[in-house]
C-alpha cells in the first residue's frame, strides 16, 4: 500500500509511522507540509521525498491552495493519505479528489469533542474516559466515518499536557495498527461505517 502523509509541526506522529510501519507493507511516498517544519526534516533524514505547499492566513487563496495541494498528491498516486499532524483543514477539492482514501488521527473519542482542542475539551468536561481515533476525513471537522479507536484513562491529576502524552502514545499505535489492517485488508466504507477485517 502506496501512503502519502500530511504533517504541520514537531512530526513526532510520522517519527513513529517512519519507525514502526512494516515497510513490506506499507511504503511512504513522500511526506508534504503547508509550511516549513520539523516534519520535513524527519522525513528528509529518512530519505523520503518531501513537498511544501505554502498557506499564509489572511496572504493565501484558500481554494487555490486546496487546488495545489490536491495536485501535489496526485502526483504520487497513492493509495491512501494521512493526516499526521497537519493544521489544516482540507478543503472540498482535496477530499473530494481522494474521497474515502484521507484518513486522521484524532486526540478524543469522536464524536465526542472534536475540533482543535479535543483533550482539553475532555479534560474540562470532566470525562472519566477520552482516548484517540482514526477516522475517515469528510467535508466537516472530525465528523468522518470511524475507522478504530482506543481508550485512554483520565486519572484525577492529570492535565492537558499529561493527559495528552498519554493520548500520544496510544495514536501512534492505533495508528500504526489501522495502516497494517488496511494494507492486509483494504478499507470499506458503508455510510457511517468504515472497515477493515481486522475491526469486523
Given at each position: ?50 513537498f511544501t505547499v505554502e498557506y499564509t492566513p ?74 484517540t481515533t482514526v477516522h475517515v476525513v469528510d ?38 495498527d489501522v495502516l497494517h489492517a488496511i494494507s ?17
Open positions: 500500500m502506496k501512503i502519502v502523509l500530511l504533517a504541520s509541526g514537531t512530526g513526532t506522529l510520522l517519527q513513529s509511522v517512519i519507525d514502526h510501519v512494516d515497510r513490506s507493507k506499507v511504503h511512504i511516498l513522500a511526506v508534504g507540509s503547508d509550511r516549513d517544519c520539523e516534519a520535513l526534516s524527519r522525513a528528509q533524514r529518512a530519505d523520503i521525498p518531501t489572511g496572504e493565501t487563496d484558500r481554494e487555490q491552495w486546496n487546488v495545489a495541494l490536491a495536485e501535489q498528491i496526485a502526483s504520487y498516486e497513492p493509495d491512501i493519505v494521512v493526516s499526521a499532524g497537519f493544521m489544516r483543514i482540507l478543503g472540498k477539492t482535496v477530499v473530494d479528489a481522494f474521497a474515502g482514501q484521507i484518513i486522521n488521527t484524532h486526540p478524543a473519542l469522536l464524536p465526542a469533542f472534536p475540533g482543535a482542542h479535543g483533550v482539553r475539551d475532555a479534560l474540562d468536561y470532566g470525562v472519566k474516559v477520552t482516548g467535508s466537516g471537522v472530525d465528523t468522518g466515518p470511524i475507522i478504530a479507536q482506543q481508550a485512554v484513562v483520565v486519572e484525577p491529576s492529570d492535565t492537558e499536557a499529561t493527559l495528552h502524552e498519554r493520548i500520544k502514545v496510544a495514536e501512534r499505535q492505533l495508528l500504526i492486509d485488508n483494504g478499507l470499506s466504507i458503508n455510510g457511517r461505517k468504515a472497515r477493515t477485517t481486522s475491526n469486523d
